[in-house]
């Protein structure tokens, strides 16, 4: 019998990227079994990097929230600014309730929206989704999708069914466990095209400036003019300040530190 976490390393232990969806009604447990999912891949260490568009969640490592494809698409490029130099890190992210926002009554809307994610995919984008129904099926297809959960019983939350597009095999999981990762049962999941906030900066140069002088600890040594590099730290700050201000006071707090000491 395979076990959860061996079906985990399976679906996702892959070098490309991988989306999946849970399905089933309401009440059966589908945010909470995602949440499992990304547990287990952080515990097994195939992703160290997280996100979703859900705000109340509490876990013992760093889940971003992003409610819109711009910041997902730039979150993603940053983790990869060169793929091909440096190999794909993977973002996971959660993407709760694709239903809302790749429904069926919005199939013109969704065709752009799947090109979108098949390019972010190349910077290493994991999507795992839920959805009670009407999900358009060219989103939740087996040309995009490596599988699908099923949640069906309000019942009986431990019991999952994973079906696999490609092999059509279904495997049965009886008695899966509750995440210990906290979050609200009754928000909301929202997720948009554009940003809602102030417009996105693009981070990318700046981003491999920063982290040279991290790797470093010297503008000069980093072959990295002192004024270049103050203007990229005040580029990402100001992005912090514009998007995260109430959220990531320590992430401000310590790139300012760097440019007092630069």
């Known amino acids: 019998m395979t076990s959860f976490n ?20 309401n009440e059966t447990g589908k945010t909470d079994f995602n949440l499992l999912q990304m547990e287990r891949i952080h515990k097994l260490g195939i992703g160290h990097s997280f996100g979703s568009n859900l705000k109340e969640i509490e876990a013992d490592f760093e889940i971003q929230f992003i409610e819109d494809f711009e910041t997902l698409e ?23 309730e694709i239903g809302k926002w790749a429904s069926r009554d919005t199939s013109w809307e969704n065709t752009d929206l799947i090109k979108k994610l ?12 839920d959805a009670i129904d009407r ?12 599988g699908e959960f099923e949640k069906p019983y309000k019942t009986n939350k431990k ?28 928000e909301t999941a929202n997720f948009y095209m554009k940003a809602q906030g102030p417009t996105s900066i693009k ?31 005040l580029a990402v700050l100001k992005h912090y300040m514009d998007r995260y201000a109430n959220e990531e006071e320590e992430a401000i707090k310590a790139v300012s530190e760097i440019i007092a000491e630069s």
Request: charged share 25%.
């Open 74 to 96: 730039a979150t993603c490029r940053m983790l990869n600014p060169n793929p091909k130099k440096h190999g794909l890190k993977k973002f996971f992210f959660f993407g709760s």
């Open 135 to 146: 999900v358009d099926a060219r989103v939740l297809s087996p040309r995009f999708f490596a």
């Open 6 to 25: 061996s079906l985990i390393k399976q679906i996702y232990g892959r070098s490309e990227s991988v989306f999946t969806c849970v399905l089933g009604p």
């Open 203 to 233: 981070l990318n140069p700046q981003h491999r400036i920063i982290q040279e002088y991290l790797k470093h600890k010297s503008w000069k040594k980093a072959g990295i003019h002192p004024q270049e590099g103050k203007n990229a730290v």
């Open 159 to 186: 019991y999952a069914t994973w079906y696999n597009y490609s092999t059509h095999e279904l495997i049965e999981f009886k008695e899966v466990p509750k995440t210990k990762i906290d979050f609200d049962t009754y």
């Open 118 to 129: 098949q390019t972010v995919r190349k910077y290493g984008l994991c999507m795992l989704t």
